[in-house]
């Protein structure tokens, strides 16, 4: 079956430019994921939404980043204002629900703020 | 907080040497952790888990509570290992992802 997705795969933008990225999960899997990979960087949790709701946004940068998910399915990241230091690849990644934590990832987006 | 060690960035074997990932985690309840490995051009993708106890493609990895480790290893390097290997923990509602290691295994 398909497995997740992520568009655009890359993005260019302008400084102070708003942009969004998109996650389409697994089908059926209730918990979804959002990565932040810089270079040289691990793998910087961002936010995690079971069902649609996300718990816990700690892990959310700064102010000008939010992420929402709708009936369960497709998320999106949104970053306002971008900034130099956003430039990295997003990840999103699925697992069945929160308990079962096998991730599966997508290919992620790869974001160039200029 | 929760926090995962990798201290080595990079970690070059020849073919058929041990290999030995090191992975080291700071977490006050009790721990579930994961070994992911990126192979070039990719996606992330799981090699094992703790809970499940078992080897694929050769390498297993033994929780120890009292070291605080999860290190991976495999006693016989092969070519084709050569990835990005990555260890996690998973804790209700957070993942924290290590830096990652560069496996290189020289032919």
């Known amino acids: 079956g398909a497995g997740v997705s992520q568009s655009p795969s890359n993005k260019v933008t302008e400084k102070g430019k708003d942009v969004e990225l998109r996650c389409d999960p697994i089908s059926g899997h209730t918990a979804l994921y959002w990565y932040r990979q810089s270079l040289g960087q691990g793998l910087e949790f961002l936010i995690y939404?079971?069902?649609?709701?996300?718990?816990?946004k700690s892990g959310l940068p700064s102010d000008r980043f939010s992420a929402e998910r709708t009936g369960g399915s497709v998320s999106t990241l949104t970053i306002q204002r971008t900034q130099q230091e956003d430039s990295a690849v997003y990840l999103c990644?699925?697992?069945?629900?929160?308990?079962?934590?096998?991730?599966?990832f997508g290919p992620g987006t790869r974001l160039t703020v200029t | 907080a929760q926090r995962v060690t990798q201290p080595e960035k990079l970690l070059s074997v020849f073919k058929g040497a041990p290999v030995e990932l090191k992975c080291n985690y700071s977490y006050s309840g009790s721990p579930e952790l994961f070994w992911y490995v990126q192979y070039s051009r990719q996606r992330l993708q799981l090699l094992l888990r703790h809970i499940s106890r078992e080897s694929i493609k050769g390498f297993t990895a033994d929780l120890n509570k009292g070291e605080t480790s999860f290190h991976l290893k495999k006693p016989f390097a092969q070519e084709e290992d050569s990835a990005m290997y990555y260890c996690a923990l998973w804790s209700y509602q957070k993942v924290t992802f290590g830096i990652g290691t560069k496996l290189q295994v020289i032919p």
């Open positions: 939404f079971q069902g649609n709701s996300a718990p816990d």
């Open positions: 990644a699925s697992s069945l629900d929160g308990y079962d934590n096998e991730q599966y």
